[in-house]
């Protein structure tokens, strides 16, 4: 995206970008979902770091020979991150023992939190040392991926090579498992409704301060901080994979959402949007872990490639209807739209994850009742 901005200085190009990485996460999830499951991830994985890496180094060359080559060179990168992605995803309870799959999960946000946050710095620190060059970029994020593809390669198993599993079809096949319908329209509805704060957090940042730009990126600090300390607060929790937990987390973020709405003051924004923030991995990490133990060992990827497809395309929507919102009302009024839905979907998240059973006399009571009412 640098890359682009720098050719161009239009942000509309880079908001081109934008599309082109999630029109190709769609595509390569809708016709590939089951890719994951069907060959060996490790090999898979391995493979698609090492193709990205190699990509990554050639397109300082190709870019050179036609600018608009950037296109379909970010929608092949992006497409190779729609399969990588749920693939790492759907071999986590291969690595970790049973009952430990949420807090492996946690520890993977926590640390893909700070992992983010260190590269930003790293490629603020290149382009200041090399501020008449962005090659060094690519050399330096094509360098991730090969250490990262000797990392997966040390893993003996990763799961998958299930050649029985067809390719396409990972919607419907996703959607075959009663289990996961509810956290899979959960998770689609709240990737709508999260990405609306997108759009509405710079012209927010603009609003309350002056200094709009230093202002947006405090917010931003703000903003990443809270949701590492959301995943290490949601390590912590003993039913991680819940509805309830996914309710939590959603009302949090929704509730202080609705308090960025209202609230102009400084401060208040500044801890407001911390709070909802924490709230954010909370849901996210549990519903996550929600579908991976609603699938099993011979659908968990395909399981994870739709979930990752729809919250691209829930995204895209959510980041269009947050633009219109702030350009036409305000950035509050964003916050206040994306605030309601959350607290309204933390409602249904809440009530269908509470107990059917009477504990003061337990399931077996409960059984014997309904039979008798049967008869």
Known sequence: MISIYIKTHDARFVALGFIVQAVAT??????????????????????????????????????????WLIVPILFFLSGINAVV?????????????????????????ATSMLAGAVGFGVAAAILSTFPSSINVLFVADAATFVLAAGIILGIPNLGGGLIATSVAGALRRTWSIVEARPHLVVSTLAAFLIPISMPALLAL?????????????????????????????????????????????LLLTGAFSVAIAMSPIYVIVLFALFVASVGNPIYAVANQTALIEAADASNRGTVM????GLAQ??????????????????????YAVLGVGLVLLALYALAAGRSTVNPLHGAAYEEAALQRAKT
Request: proline residues 4%; hydrophobic residues 50%; without cysteine.
């Open 26 to 67: 769609i595509v390569v999830t809708s016709l590939a979902g089951g890719l994951t499951d069907r060959l060996p991830r490790r090999g898979l994985v391995v493979g698609l770091e090492l193709l990205r890496a190699a990509t990554l180094l050639s397109t300082p060359f190709l870019i050179g020979l036609n600018w």
């Open 85 to 109: 992605q749920p693939a790492k995803q759907a071999a986590i309870p291969s690595l970790v023992p049973s009952g430990q799959i949420g807090k492996a999960n946690a520890m993977v946000a």
């Open 205 to 249: 940042a603009y609003q309350i301060s002056l200094a709009g730009g230093q202002t947006y990126s405090l917010l931003e600090l703000v903003s990443s901080v809270g949701i590492f300390v959301g995943s290490l607060i949601v390590s912590r929790i003993g039913s991680i994979g819940s509805m309830r937990t996914v309710g939590a987390g």
């Open 305 to 308: 490639a739709t979930r990752f």
């Open 313 to 334: 395309t829930a995204g895209i929507i959510g980041m269009a209807v947050g633009g219109v919102v702030t350009r036409q009302f305000s950035p509050g009024a964003a």
